[in-house]
């Protein structure tokens, strides 16, 4: 599927606006340098002339700009189920969320387990709308370090034929982990994951996250690469300025991916770490991550590169006001971007700290009423139904079977409370919460497996994943 843009981004910000963001970007690459403390990173980069001073390594601009240029516009990816095209001009890849150590269950917070791990896949799994589901969707506190990273990659693939998206960390977990996927899949030729390479703001990467973009660069995987710096804290207290730091990093990480791997499959990741000085936390529901998506949008748009948005982030502790209002303009902000992929779709709270399962069904309704909204309105010869109201008695109703052109027009959310107050409390009165924890239940009850596993795959989880903890 081909996606048309709108560019709703370019509203916001104007072209010199880019352009000085570039420069100074690329001054600091140069003057400022960066701090890599990973020693094969930095002989990797000494290799192609930039000068290493100690653990500074300076980048110039036309380095910059060749391995800029080398990043595919769009890429390949597998997994059993799909062959997924995604890139410039592709349809939009949408991904679950990444990381949240908490679930959030019929209003009780608590860590997360195992059964919410498998749970979240199978509601991933038998959502529509959904294309990549993360290793790292959740994060189940009683499975022990040791086998985590098998625990988590074997779970996915088991019960998700989708796209699965990478754990990231020291070499040995990021080799780990593609091997398994490779193993499992039985396909050692395709790019069949991708994770997010994080630097530590401000103008550092770390040892476990070169590690990050070495394995998956040299092995065939796709990276999303950002900076991460919150404004006032590792960052400048402005948006413009964190903007350029964040550039200036994510850059630095990008070249280091296409010395690995010239072609090296990039990803643009908008930043959406905001901070809340009265309390020094990160935050991601305001509109300041609207307009830092916008800008960076743009910034991707100048490279040329395919870029991930957010969906419904919220800072918000529970699913209230709070948490719809923040859900659907991060929401909003992340599909007007029109990136090319959009991760952490829905169920985010707590600032990335919590997955909730009701927000999740109604953080999947949110981005159907998004596109929706989106998609405009249709006009021409058979929307405008002269016909009708040229027949239609005056003070009578076209009242009849319901056209499939209202359906069309009309998006009519299951999980929101809209019948007459009385035909509501005659069916118990129930809150959206409630309507959500019904569905939500639902899905993961019909849940089905997409596909039999062979009997390979079967061994390999008997093999490396201990009873007490096999699913």
């Known amino acids: 599927m081909i996606m048309t843009r709108n560019f709703y981004s370019n509203l916001f910000t104007r072209k010199e606006d880019i352009e000085l963001i570039h420069d100074k970007s690329l001054y600091l690459l140069a003057n400022k340098g960066i701090l890599f403390d990973n020693e094969e990173a930095r002989d990797i980069l000494a290799k192609a002339g930039c000068k290493v001073d100690g653990k500074i390594v300076y980048i110039d601009k036309d380095l910059v700009e060749k391995c800029v240029a080398l990043v595919p516009k769009t890429f390949d990816m597998y997994s059993r189920g799909m062959k997924f095209t995604t890139g410039v001009g592709q349809e939009m890849m949408v991904q679950s969320s990444l990381g949240p150590v908490n679930v959030l269950d019929n209003g009780e917070y608590r860590k997360a387990n195992a059964e919410d791990y498998i749970n979240f896949i199978k509601i991933h799994q038998d959502s529509d709308i959904m294309h990549l589901i993360d290793a790292d969707i959740v994060v189940p506190n009683d499975i022990p370090t040791k086998i985590h990273t098998e625990w988590t990659t074997l779970a996915n693939l088991k019960y998700s034929d989708k796209l699965i998206g990478g754990h990231n960390g020291t070499k ?170 959009l991760y952490m779709l829905g169920g985010i709270l707590d600032s990335y700290g919590a997955l909730g399962y009701e927000k999740y069904m109604l953080d999947e309704q949110t981005a159907r009423i998004v596109k929706h909204l989106l998609k405009g309105t249709t006009i021409n010869d058979q929307t405008l139904m002269m016909d009708k109201m040229e027949k239609v008695e005056h003070k009578t109703n076209y009242i009849a079977r319901t056209n499939k052109l209202y359906k069309a027009d009309y998006f009519l959310p299951p999980l929101y409370n809209r019948q007459s107050i009385g035909n509501w409390e005659a069916a118990g009165s129930p809150t959206v919460q409630e309507l959500a924890r019904k569905a939500w239940q639902d899905r993961v009850a019909n849940y089905e497996l997409p596909t039999k596993l062979e009997a390979f795959q079967e061994k390999m989880i008997a093999d490396l994943i201990p009873e007490e903890f096999r699913f």
């Open 172 to 341: 040995e977990r990021c080799e780990k982990f593609i091997k398994l996927v490779q193993d499992f899949n039985d396909d050692h030729e395709h790019c069949q994951t991708i994770t997010l390479a994080t630097n530590s703001a401000p103008f550092a990467w770390n040892k476990e996250m070169c590690d990050t973009i070495i394995t998956y660069a040299r092995m065939g995987q796709a990276l999303v690469i950002t900076g991460v710096g919150l404004a006032g804290m590792t960052s400048p207290p402005t948006l413009a300025s964190t903007t350029v730091q964040n550039n200036t990093e994510l850059l630095a990480g990008l070249v280091l991916s296409q010395l690995v791997q010239p072609g090296a499959p990039v990803i643009y990741q908008l930043s959406s770490l905001e901070c809340d000085l009265r309390y020094s936390l990160c935050v991601c529901g305001g509109p300041e991550t609207f307009q830092s998506f916008c800008t960076m949008r743009e910034l991707a748009d100048f490279y040329g590169l395919p870029c991930r948005a957010n969906g419904c982030l919220a800072d918000a502790k529970q699913d209230d006001y709070q948490s719809g209002a923040e859900s659907m303009l991060i929401c909003l902000s992340g599909y007007m971007v029109e990136p090319e992929q």
